[in-house]
Nanobody
Framework: QVQLVESGGGLVQPGGSLRLSCAASGFTFSSRTMSWYRQAPGKERELVAFISSGGGVTNYKDSVKGRFTISRDNAKNTAYLQMNSLKPEDTAVYYC?????????WGQGTQVTVSS
């Protein structure tokens, strides 16, 4: 059974940092791409960052480039999203996704709130 469990969310002040983790099980982690998405209240879910199965290719939403870093540790079956210089507009539920298309799997999400 595929499981993706996000952690690391919370309340942080503007300019602060958080590191999200996505612990995976039930599949061969190293063979699948990983992505982080987010969904703010009243908005559609959007792609934030992507990393290839081997970690050699990454892509980011323009508004987070230079502030967020996606990474993965295939030995630990875990993906990460390091978020620095957080802004109020980064407030959302963050989800990790394994794979793409109709066979993708999603985690349950973790809340990130950026507020003073």
């Amino acid at each position: 059974q595929v499981q993706l469990v996000e952690s690391g969310g919370g309340l942080v002040q503007p300019g602060g940092s958080l590191r999200l983790s996505c612990a995976a099980s039930g599949f061969t982690f190293s063979s699948r791409t990983m992505s982080w998405y987010r969904q703010a209240p009243g908005k559609e879910r959007e792609l934030v960052a992507f990393i290839s199965s081997g970690g050699g290719v990454t892509n980011y939403k323009d508004s987070v480039k230079g502030r967020f870093t996606i990474s993965r540790d295939n030995a630990k079956n875990t993906a990460y999203l390091q978020m620095n210089s957080l802004k109020p507009e980064d407030t959302a539920v963050y989800y990790c996704k394994a794979g793409v298309g109709s066979t993708a799997n999603w985690g349950q999400g973790t809340q990130v709130t950026v507020s003073s």
